[in-house]
RNA sequence: GCCAGGGUAGCUCAAUGGUGGAGCACAGCAUUCAUAACGCUGCGGUUGUGGGUUCGAUCCCCACCCCUGGUACCA
């Protein structure tokens, strides 16, 4: 691999995203910082950003008495300050209201309809305006969305724009089959398998709202919005503007979402892609759901937290530590504050803070050479590009440990010979340094903290990097 | 109902057809370079239930129960 191209869901503006957005964004940096080391930061490129159009947004800003392009604003500004407090290096962060990502779905459009893939019909069935979209009457509970079962169900008949999925059917099945890297983890493909034998045209356009990329040739109609958000993953390394770095870096190399978004980048995005004569994506990656305290994360319930409220209380290093260290990636988990808390102390407290802070000081008596450059270990490797951070993090602590062991061992605050005491401070400063860069991906915070404490040749004891709590 | 994943120490998770592992938490010991921190020792489990295969099963097979996710539909 010589480049790396990783792209997050985009958020939808009905409400600024939470934590467990922000897990999702998170492990995605992970991988970016860490491929910016391995590849060099030329060579990547990480998208994030906002999805807003859509006839949601459009009806919460008439009840707000703004228009929806103030509301989207408001929404993803914040939305945005919830991933800079988390420390989301993103390279772009893109709203689909932009101007070029008009323009490219646009042309995505014009391509998928020159190989003859949308055609116009009717459509008449019972729409929820909570999903956007057509439930047949076998899904609704008791005549209401199964999802949101407080808004009513309207009978809605219009003429819209359909896509042939069905034309792409066997294409779907056979890539996922062909590719078992696609999706990962591997038991989702067999989800996504089971729906694509039962695929149906979908329309892709809409004609009872205005909030929306109008549909070219036809300005009475808008796109649909999944049409139209998939697409931000071109629009995001400038597919019309700038050949070479769209080049440079399609096809993706992961995209990773939620669960509750597969169905649309395991089988429409392809067909989209394929339709428009476009390399597919490499790898999509399914995270899991988080949830508080064994409730699911949601507003009627009331446990709604946003990134910012726990990084202002406990730091950035902090949430992202506690994140990726005591959850699954790929399964939903469960999280507390009182785990973070534990985390926090035993791991980054007494762990990682404290053997940072006793060899600081050992080492103000000695004047030590710069510390070789780390390269990472192959098991590092290994685990980091299987996404099993978990993994990596406990990697990291036990060579931690392993540290705070070898210090028992030598006593260097009993070494009265200066030769002997810089011979072993420097040994254990080389490991301090190994660790910071191991850390990089992870905590990058905490890892220059440390970089620049140990750099040399004098090392002073600091600020503690994490005092109790 | 069907498909997939899972059920192992209080918690988070490893492991293997041959007397069950780690970290956290808890208790004790020791120690002071360090954030009442580090280290060492200990406590802690009929590996969801019941059968079967086997010299031997936590691992393989069968049935069942529970959890998570996906999905179908008819009365």
Known sequence: MNKFYITTAIDYVNDTIHLGHAFQKIAADVLARYYRITLDKDNVFF???????????????????ITPAELVKKISDSDQKEQDCLNISYDRFI?????????????????????????????????????????????????KC???????????????????????????????????????????????????????????????????????????????????????????????????????????DVHILGKDNLRWHALLWPAMLKSANIALPKTILVNGFLNINGQKISKSVGNVIHPSQWVGKYGTDTVRYYLLRYTNLTDDSDISEEKLLQAYNADLANGLGNLVARVAKLCEKVTLKPSPIPVFSENYKKEIEDFKF????????????????????????????????????????????????????????????????????????????????
């Open 95 to 143: 709203r689909t209201t932009d101007s070029d990502h008009t323009e490219t779905v646009k042309e995505i459009w014009k391509r998928v309809q020159e190989n003859k893939d949308i055609y116009s019909g009717e459509y008449q069935g019972s729409y929820c305006e909570g999903c956007e979209a057509y439930y047949t009457k076998e899904d609704l509970v008791k005549g």
């Open 146 to 252: 199964p999802v949101h079962p407080t808004l009513e169900i309207k009978m809605i008949k219009e003429q819209n724009y359909f896509f042939k999925w069905t034309k792409y059917k066997d294409f779907l099945i056979e890539h996922i089959k062909n590719n078992p890297d696609f999706i990962f983890p591997k038991h989702r493909a067999n989800e996504m398998l089971e729906f694509a034998k039962n695929i149906k045209d979908i329309p892709i356009s809409r004609g009872n709202f205005i909030w929306g990329i109008p549909v070219p040739n036809d300005p009475k109609q808008v796109i649909y919005v999944w049409f139209d958000a998939l697409i931000n993953y071109l629009t995001g390394v400038e597919f019309l503007e700038n050949k070479k770095l769209f080049e440079k870096f399609w096809p993706a």
């Open 47 to 65: 998208l994030t950003g906002t999805d807003e159009y859509g006839q949601k947004a459009e009806k919460a800003a008439r009840l707000q008495n």
């Open 390 to 469: 978990n993994e990596v993090l406990e990697i990291i602590w036990n060579e931690i440990r392993i540290l705070d062991q070898q210090i028992n061992t030598a006593e260097p605050w009993k070494i009265k010979d200066q030769k002997k005491l810089t011979q072993v401070l420097q040994s254990t400063v080389d490991g301090i340094v190994c660790i910071a860069y191991e850390l990089k991906p992870f905590l990058p915070e905490t890892a220059e903290k440390i970089e620049e404490q140990f750099k040399g040749p004098k090392i002073t004891s600091g600020k503690s990097l994490f005092p109790r709590i």
